[in-house]
């Protein structure tokens, strides 16, 4: 999974800059012609925080019971499709089918106060998503802030239908949810090439964890009520 990532990451970084520079070759225009066209398709890249929303379980007053905590956040890649479709000149529709990568970890203490003492979670996702979105933004010559709203249907293919023996996780993750989404950003119109920067929040609406205890570690399971995904995605799409 590591190195699957690493080979991403090299990747996006690449292509973003060479989509950049390709870009920058020429002057930026204004014409109006641009934002006309029904239809534009591009591709977007970008980084993720990916976290969970944590209930603990109303167990935890109970001997020997956990009391779970998010651990540090680690940078996951995000890679998508853009299909746009212009409604009039301040809104659009957005359908981005593409893939997401990142990990979560969860820590484990006997009380809420002290350092953790248990083995942390190390929960690792690969979402296939299909995000849809409405856009609207205003143009002001070659740039177009925008803000977007929407929903996203995300598979977990990567979460495990049973424990394996060989892995210290002891929690399991449900494989689909589904996310409510917001966020901000800008559109630049370039000479060659239209390009957004994004900054976006995607809550998940289900309880995602797998109420399915493991047969030797049940109280990691046994600590948690409700687990829900949060996820802050910054990205560049390229039209």
Same mark, same amino acid.
């Given at each position: 999974?590591?190195?699957?990532?690493?080979?991403?990451?090299?990747?996006?970084?690449?292509?973003?800059?060479?989509?950049?520079?390709?870009?920058?070759?020429?002057?930026p225009f204004d014409g109006p012609w641009?934002?006309e066209k029904f239809f534009n398709v591009?591709? /977007?890249?970008?980084?993720?925080?990916?976290?969970?929303?944590? &209930?603990? /379980?109303?167990?935890?007053?109970? /001997? &020997?019971?956990?009391?779970?905590?998010?651990?540090?956040?680690?940078?996951?890649?995000?890679?998508?499709?853009?299909?746009?479709?212009?409604?009039?000149?301040?809104?659009?529709?957005?359908?981005?089918?593409?893939?997401?990568?990142?990990?979560?970890?969860?820590?484990?203490?006997?009380?809420?106060?002290?350092?953790?003492?248990?083995?942390?979670?190390?929960?690792?996702?690969?979402?296939?998503?299909?995000?849809?979105?409405?856009?609207?933004?205003?143009?002001?010559?070659?740039?177009?802030?925008?803000?977007?709203?929407?929903?996203?249907?995300?598979? &977990?293919?990567?979460?495990?239908?049973?424990?394996?023996?060989?892995?210290?996780?002891?929690?399991?993750?449900?494989?689909?949810?589904?996310?409510?989404?917001?966020?901000?950003?800008?559109?630049?119109?370039?000479?060659?090439?239209?390009? /957004?920067?994004?900054?976006?929040?995607?809550?998940?609406?289900?309880?995602?964890?797998?109420? &399915?205890?493991?047969?030797?570690?049940?109280?990691?399971?046994?600590?948690?009520?409700?687990?829900?995904?949060?996820?802050?995605?910054?990205?560049?799409?390229?039209?």
């Amino acid at each position: 999974m590591k190195a699957t990532l690493k080979r991403i990451s090299v990747a996006a970084v690449i292509l973003m800059l060479g989509s950049g520079l390709s870009a920058q070759k020429q002057l930026p225009f204004d014409g109006p012609w641009e934002d006309e066209k029904f239809f534009n398709v591009g591709y /977007s890249i970008g980084l993720n925080a990916m976290t969970f929303k944590i &209930d603990p /379980s109303e167990q935890f007053q109970v /001997s &020997d019971s956990l009391y779970p905590s998010m651990g540090g956040v680690l940078p996951g890649i995000n890679i998508h499709l853009t299909l746009n479709f212009r409604l009039n000149q301040f809104f659009d529709i957005r359908l981005l089918p593409g893939m997401s990568f990142g990990q979560r970890n969860i820590g484990f203490s006997t009380t809420s106060l002290t350092d953790t003492v248990f083995s942390p979670q190390k929960i690792e996702s690969s979402f296939l998503e299909v995000p849809l979105q409405l856009r609207y933004g205003w143009r002001m010559r070659n740039i177009k802030p925008y803000i977007i709203g929407g929903i996203n249907y995300r598979f &977990d293919f990567y979460a495990q239908d049973k424990y394996r023996i060989e892995r210290p996780v002891y929690l399991r993750l449900n494989k689909p949810d589904l996310y409510y989404e917001a966020g901000a950003g800008v559109r630049f119109y370039l000479s060659n090439i239209k390009m /957004s920067a994004e900054i976006k929040i995607s809550n998940g609406l289900k309880d995602v964890l797998a109420h &399915d205890p493991h047969p030797e570690y049940p109280e990691y399971c046994n600590a948690i009520e409700q687990l829900k995904s949060r996820m802050w995605v910054l990205s560049l799409h390229f039209e």
